[in-house]
C-alpha cells in the first residue's frame, strides 16, 4: 500500500534553525482510495510519536469504513492531531481551525476533531473556545473513536479524554502510514513519568506504560516483510523502557530490547529516540556498539549546561553527570557516534552566566545537531506553579539565538570532520531541489545528497562525501 502521510517539511538541507522550526513539522493523509464510504483528512503536529499515533488512529478508522484523503475539501472528516508542548505549537492550531471553518461553512456535515495533547489539555474546554469542534479525543482513547463518530453522527458533541495506565494499543496493526515506505516508527512505549518542572507531556499523555516486546518484534518482522529498510523505536524516554511477561517468565530492558530488533534482519536499519541523560545505561551503549545495523547516533536532550538550572527543571542529573554520559558514548562508541541535544534558553531565572554554562557545554560535547528553543510556559506544570517565568522575551530570544549560532558552528564542524570518508546511506527520497540527485541518511542521521546515478529509494549506497553545509552533506555514489 501506498504511504498515507506526508511529509510537508520534508527534512532536507536542515540548518539548526530549519531543524529548530521543523521540531514542529506538520503531516497529512494521503490517497488510500479503496472505495470506502467516507473520507477521513488528518494533520498530525508536533513530534513523532504524534505522527505515529495518526497511523493507529487511521488504521481504527480505516475498519470503521474511512479512507484517506489529502485533501481536507474531499474529507468527510478532519481530524487535528495536535501538540501542546510550547504555547505556540497551540496557537498554530487554533488558527488552523479558524480556517478550517471555511470548509466547514461549505460543507456544514464535516466533521472536526481535535486529538493529541491538546484534546488532553483543555478537555471539554475546547468545544466551548472553538465552537466548530465536535469531537475531542485524548491520546489513550483513540480506541473509542468508533463511538464517537457515531455520537456526532447522531448529532451531538463527543469526548474521551480519558488517560490510561495499560494503553499500548499493542495489538493494532498499523496500516502502515510512514512517508517515504523505507523508514517506519514502532512505538515501544507510552506516557512519561519524569515530570521536568518545564513539561507538560506527563499531563497530556499520562503514566509511563511500556509495550509487549513481542508484539513489538513481530511488527518490525512484518515491516521486514513489506521491505521497510530502517526503523526508529519511539518513547519520551526510550531507556526506562521495561516489560515483563504477566506470569513473571520474562523481564526486558531497553538494551535487551534494542538487541531483539536488531536480530530481526541485518540489513534492517534501527534508530530510537529519545535517551534520557539519567538513564541511559553503558548496557545500551555497549548493544549499540555490538550490532553494525544499530544507528551510531543518540539523542541525548541536556536542556541546559547549568546544575542550578538543570536542578530546576526537576531533569534529576547535573551537568557532570550528563559530561560523563557522552564521555561514555566517546569511549565505548567513538569520536564518530552522532550526539543531538535539545536546548531551552531562557528557563525561569537563568543568569547570563548560566546562559554561558549552556553555550560551554555545547563547546565540550560539539552535537551534530540541536533542537532549540526558548521557555514557553505550560499551565498546569511544576514550573508554572512554583516558579515565575521571569526572563524577558527579548533575552529568552537572545539567548536562543546565541545558542543557535554556537550549534551552526559545531554541525559545521561535526560535518567537515567526515569530508573524504566513505559513508553508507539509506535512501530515502529524491533531494528536494532535483529529481537528478538522491536524499539519504548516514548511520548518524545526517542528511546526505548525491546524484542518482541507476540507485533508488530504499537502496543502500556508499557514498563518498566530498562537500557539506551546515544541515547536509554532499558526495558521489563510489561502488
Ligand atoms: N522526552 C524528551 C526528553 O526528555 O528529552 C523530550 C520530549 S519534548 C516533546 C521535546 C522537547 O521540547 C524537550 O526536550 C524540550 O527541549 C522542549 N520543551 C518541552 N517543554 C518546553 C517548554 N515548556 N518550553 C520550551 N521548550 C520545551
Ligand atoms: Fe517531558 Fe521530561 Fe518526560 Fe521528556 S522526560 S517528556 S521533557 S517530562
Same mark, same amino acid.
Given at each position: ?45 508536533g513530534c513523532q510519536m504524534n505522527f505515529s499515533d495518526s497511523?493507529i488512529v487511521?488504521?481504527i ?20 492531531n495536535t501538540c501542546s508542548i510550547?504555547?505556540?505549537a497551540e ?23 481535535v486529538l493529541g495533547c491538546m484534546a488532553e489539555r483543555l478537555k471539554k474546554s475546547l ?9 475531542v479525543v485524548g491520546p489513550d482513547a483513540y480506541r473509542d473513536l468508533?463511538?464517537l ?10 469526548v474521551n479524554v480519558l488517560l490510561s495506565r495499560e494503553e499500548t494499543y499493542a495489538d493494532i ?14 512505538s515501544i512505549m507510552r506516557g512519561c513519568d519524569n515530570m521536568c518542572s518545564f513539561c507538560v507531556v506527563p499531563f497530556t499523555r499520562g503514566r509511563e506504560r511500556s509495550r509487549d ?21 519511539l518513547g519520551q524516554n526510550v531507556?526506562s523502557y521495561k516489560w ?30 529519545t535517551?534520557h541523560?539519567?538513564d ?20 541525548? +536532550? ?5 546544575? *542550578?538550572?538543570? #536542578?530546576?527543571?526537576n &531533569? ?7 559530561? /560523563? ?53 505550560r499551565p498546569g506544570t511544576l514550573?508554572a506553579r ?5 526572563? +524577558? ?5 537572545? *539567548?536562543?539565538? #546565541?545558542?543557535?549560532? &554556537? ?7 561535526? /560535518? ?64
Amino acid at each position: 500500500m501506498d504511504s498515507l502521510v506526508t511529509d510537508l517539511d520534508f527534512i532536507d538541507n536542515r540548518t539548526p534553525e530549519q531543524a529548530s522550526a521543523a521540531a514542529c513539522d506538520t503531516k497529512v493523509t494521503q490517497e488510500t482510495n479503496t472505495g470506502r464510504a467516507r473520507k477521513l483528512y488528518i494533520e498530525s503536529y508536533g513530534c513523532q510519536m504524534n505522527f505515529s499515533d495518526s497511523e493507529i488512529v487511521s488504521s481504527i478508522m480505516f475498519k470503521e469504513g474511512f479512507d484517506t484523503t489529502s485533501q481536507i475539501e474531499h474529507a468527510d472528516v478532519v481530524f487535528l492531531n495536535t501538540c501542546s508542548i510550547r504555547e505556540k505549537a497551540e496557537q498554530t492550531v487554533r488558527n488552523r481551525l479558524g480556517q478550517i471553518n471555511y470548509f466547514k461553512k461549505k460543507k456544514p456535515g464535516l466533521v472536526v476533531g481535535v486529538l493529541g495533547c491538546m484534546a488532553e489539555r483543555l478537555k471539554k474546554s475546547l468545544l466551548e473556545e472553538e465552537k466548530i469542534v465536535d469531537l475531542v479525543v485524548g491520546p489513550d482513547a483513540y480506541r473509542d473513536l468508533p463511538n464517537l463518530i457515531s455520537e456526532v453522527d447522531g448529532g451531538q458533541k463527543a469526548v474521551n479524554v480519558l488517560l490510561s495506565r495499560e494503553e499500548t494499543y499493542a495489538d493494532i496493526n498499523p496500516i502502515r502510514l510512514n512517508s517515504n515506505g523505507v523508514s517506519a516508527f514502532v512505538s515501544i512505549m507510552r506516557g512519561c513519568d519524569n515530570m521536568c518542572s518545564f513539561c507538560v507531556v506527563p499531563f497530556t499523555r499520562g503514566r509511563e506504560r511500556s509495550r509487549d516486546a513481542h508484539s513489538i518484534v513481530q511488527e518490525v518482522q512484518e515491516l521486514v516483510k513489506q521491505g521497510y529498510k530502517e526503523v526508529t523505536l519511539l518513547g519520551q524516554n526510550v531507556d526506562s523502557y521495561k516489560w515483563a511477561s504477566e506470569d513473571g517468565t520474562e523481564a526486558v530492558n531497553f538494551a535487551q530490547l534494542l538487541e531483539k530488533v536488531a536480530l530481526v534482519h541485518p540489513d534492517l536499519r534501527v534508530r530510537f529516540s529519545t535517551s534520557h541523560p539519567k538513564d541511559i545505561t553503558d548496557e545500551v551503549l555497549y548493544t549499540i556498539k555490538k550490532y553494525d545495523n544499530i544507528c551510531k547516533y543518540i539523542h541525548l +536532550p541536556a536542556q541546559s549546561g547549568n546544575s *542550578r538550572v538543570l #536542578e530546576l527543571m526537576n &531533569r534529576t542529573y547535573d551537568r557532570d553527570w550528563y559530561i /560523563n554520559r557522552v564521555d561514555a558514548i566517546r569511549s565505548i562508541l567513538g569520536e564518530d557516534c552522532g550526539i543531538s541535544s535539545d536546548m531551552i534558553s531562557g528557563f525561569c531565572t537563568e543568569t547570563e552566566e548560566e546562559h554561558q554554562d549552556t553555550l560551554s557545554l555545547m563547546d565540550y560535547v560539539q552535537y551534530d545537531y540541536a533542537y532549540m528553543f526558548f521557555y514557553s510556559e505550560r499551565p498546569g506544570t511544576l514550573a508554572a506553579r512554583k516558579l515565575e517565568d521571569d526572563i +524577558p522575551l527579548e533575552t529568552k530570544k537572545r *539567548r536562543l539565538a #546565541e545558542i543557535i549560532d &554556537r550549534q551552526r558552528e559545531h554541525s559545521l564542524i561535526r /560535518n567537515q570532520m567526515v569530508l573524504g570518508q566513505v559513508h553508507k546511506v539509506l535512501v530515502e527520497n529524491f533531494s528536494k531541489k532535483s529529481d537528478e540527485f538522491l536524499s539519504g541518511r548516514n548511520d548518524q542521521n545526517k542528511v546526505v545528497i548525491f546524484p542518482k546515478k541507476h540507485y533508488k529509494k530504499g537502496d543502500y549506497v556508499n557514498v563518498l562525501v566530498n562537500d557539506c553545509s551546515v544541515g547536509t552533506l554532499f558526495g558521489e555514489a563510489v561502488d
